[in-house]
């Protein structure tokens, strides 16, 4: 149980474009998802965090112009990045927290990662 | 504020060897969640272990075993017998009690683990 997945694992794309990432609960409702991102041989980073039906909260810092996040269902949520660049580049990590009372633990996705041209 | 910190930033030792990760947290909750994540080099986070303030029993799973020590506030991760396969990225990470952002993650900034055959 508790299977987080992502969709693309890598993209590719030239600069100027917008990517699109998808993540989602597998098998639990995730009333709560987190953006995260790492650069290589660093920690993770939180992005923003996005409760199911209303609007992500943005970490300081974050562009929310940039980084648009939409969790319209209990088990997706996604990240566009808009008019990517090369410094957006990275690793970029998803994670779903249920709805249990009670229910503490943040599963991850396996990653995207992007690389910007 | 929470703080998460893994003084150990890369540790190398001989397969079969026992290791031990060190973890040191702060935080002014008086209740609160501590996790290990383990990153290996395909980038996604597994979830290893949750433990509440409020239960400083150890745990131990197959060939892993967790010291948490509210006195020194600490929360130390232990490999015995270590195999090549343990190699990876080990994040520990601190949560509060609250709602919203009270219940983020606050992650280390990782121990690599290179286990040597």
């Known amino acids: 149980g508790a299977v987080v997945s992502q969709h693309p694992s890598w993209v590719i794309c030239k600069s100027g474009t917008s990517v699109k990432i998808e993540c989602r609960s597998l098998?639990?409702?995730?009333?709560?998802m987190f953006w995260y991102r790492q650069f290589p041989k660093q920690s993770l980073m939180l992005m923003a965090t996005?409760?199911?039906?209303?609007?992500?909260?943005?970490e300081q810092g974050v562009e929310k112009d940039k980084f648009l996040i939409n969790h319209a269902s209990l088990t997706l949520s996604t990240l566009t990045v808009t008019s990517a660049h090369p410094e957006d580049s990275s690793f970029y990590i998803c994670?779903?927290?249920?709805?249990?009372?009670?229910?503490?633990?943040?599963?991850f996705g396996p990653g995207t990662r992007l690389l910007v041209l | 504020a929470q703080k998460v910190t893994q003084a150990q930033t890369e540790i190398s030792v001989v397969e079969k060897e026992d290791v031990t990760l060190d973890c040191v947290y702060e935080t002014r909750d008086t209740t609160y969640y501590l996790f290990w994540y383990k990153q290996p080099p395909s980038g996604e986070l597994v979830f290893l272990i949750r433990r509440n303030s409020f239960d400083e029993q150890n745990e131990i799973s197959g060939r892993y075993s967790w010291n948490f020590q509210k006195s020194t506030s600490s929360f130390n991760f232990t490999i015995t017998a270590s195999q090549v396969v343990d190699s990876a990225v080990y994040f520990c990470?601190?949560?509060?009690?609250?709602?919203?952002?009270?219940?983020?993650?606050?992650f280390g900034s990782g121990t690599q683990l290179t286990v040597l055959p």
């Open positions: 994670s779903a927290r249920g709805g249990l009372a009670g229910s503490w633990t943040q599963y």
């Open positions: 990470a601190l949560s509060g009690p609250g709602q919203g952002s009270a219940r983020q993650l606050t």
């Open positions: 996005s409760n199911e039906g209303s609007k992500a909260t943005y």
């Open positions: 098998d639990f409702q995730a009333t709560t």
